[in-house]
């Protein structure tokens, strides 16, 4: 059982959503689709459920061309941040609508929206209305209902963002593990990188309405294969920086160099492009051929347990995000260390050259 989009392209009033795309996704498996707002992500479901149909391109499900078929024909779940739920039912009923289409016997429908009900926390709420729950459990009867509906494609679009913390941790791991056992093609759709690699699975990075790589999740964030990928696939994005390759060194400006080793000695002289995590941006020296920039720092950003550093570095903008909790002064001239085993190489027009020697030994 396998999703195939083939060539599919979306365009409205001229204005491109898909840019041509060829994508597979096989049976038992789940992908994320991550990238910025506005990057594609909802289009790309929506052509793949069948709500909206393609320019060109076809979309094959199980084999079968399915391009222009109805979603009410096709067996798919589809859950949106925005929780849809019927305001006249009880949470029992919300639930059990699926499979009341489905013509299942009473004690099947009553035992799966009980199962369903306990996973989401819902079990005390089953006789409520939807308008008498809080925003969170609303979205829960959503999941709960595509949940029950036994679906082969399971879509879903940012369906945790309106959750508390604990429950959006504690469903990242249980949503998957169900869909998985029920042999469905799982798809969910997130802004945020750290999510995607906690789904694990499969990752589509998207930018602008096209894919810009797709692969196993750990392999993609590793050794992403352009600066675009890099940049989405890191919260906040990878911070750049010009240098050149010289000889068997790699000049980074401000007399900053480092040894052209392993991946780097092969590279030709010339201009690149460095790219490295804002996590491995540090305020102090903790290697000792770590080299030093100097930069102004702008911003500062407290999360209880880390700080987000926003510099100006000669007309660039870095951040970095800096274990525990730092008195530092606006305007002020910091300097800021970067060990080379965490610089990515770039080329000029954005493919990778080189990974990061750290990601490698990963």
């Keep these: 059982m396998t999703l195939e989009l083939k060539g599919v392209t979306k365009s409205v009033e001229g204005q491109v959503h898909i840019h041509p ?43 079968e061309d399915v391009t222009g078929m109805r979603v009410q024909d096709r067996k798919v779940a589809m ?23 489905l013509g299942l016997d009473r004690a099947e429908i009553d035992r799966r929206v009980r199962e369903s009900a306990e996973l989401m926390q819902l079990t005390p709420l089953l006789e409520r209305k939807p308008l008498e729950l809080s925003g969170g459990q609303q979205q829960r009867c959503a999941l709960a209902r595509a949940l029950v509906k ?21 469903l990242r791991v249980e949503i998957p593990k169900i869909f998985e056992a ?18 694990g699975g499969n990752v589509a990075t998207l930018w602008e309405g096209a894919i810009t790589q797709f692969g196993p999740t750990p392999e993609v964030y590793r050794q992403p294969v352009d600066a675009t990928t890099a940049r989405v696939f890191s919260d ?17 400006g401000e007399g ?5 080793a392993g991946k780097l000695a092969e590279l030709a002289d010339g201009r690149y492009t460095a790219g490295f995590r804002p996590n491995h941006l540090e305020i102090d020296r903790h290697t000792a051929d770590a080299m030093r920039f100097r930069a102004t720092l702008n911003v500062t950003e407290l ?44 080329a000029e027009d954005g493919g990778l050259v080189a990974p990061a020697a750290y990601a490698l030994a990963a």
């Excluded at 859950?79 to 289409?101: D, H, K």
């Excluded at 029920?182 to 789904?199: M, R």
């Excluded at 660039?316 to 300097?335: A, K, M, N, Q, Y």
């Design 182 to 199: 029920a042999g469905s093609i799982f798809v969910y759709a997130t802004t945020e990188p750290e999510e995607a690699l906690l789904l």
């Design 256 to 260: 900053q160099s480092a040894p052209a």
């Design 303 to 346: 999360t209880g347990s880390e700080t987000f550093v926003h510099l100006d570095h000669h007309g660039e903008r870095w951040v970095g995000l800096i274990h525990g909790i730092h008195d530092l002064t606006l305007g002020e001239e910091l300097s800021v260390w970067l060990d080379p085993r965490h610089v990515y190489v770039f």
């Design 79 to 101: 859950v949106y941040q925005q929780f849809i739920n019927y305001p006249s039912m009880t949470v029992f009923e919300n639930i059990a609508s699926p499979m009341r289409l």
């Design 236 to 252: 906040p994005p990878m911070n750049f920086l010009p240098i050149s390759k010289t000889g068997d060194r790699i000049m980074f």
């Design 21 to 63: 795309t060829d994508l597979t996704l096989e049976k038992g498996t789940m992908n994320v689709l991550l990238g910025p707002t506005l990057s594609g992500k909802t289009s790309l479901m929506r052509l793949m459920a069948g709500l909206d149909v393609p320019n060109s391109g076809r979309v094959y499900w199980r084999g």
């Design 150 to 170: 036994d679906a082969g494609l399971v879509l879903l679009d940012e369906p945790l963002a309106n959750l508390d913390y604990k429950l959006r941790e504690e």
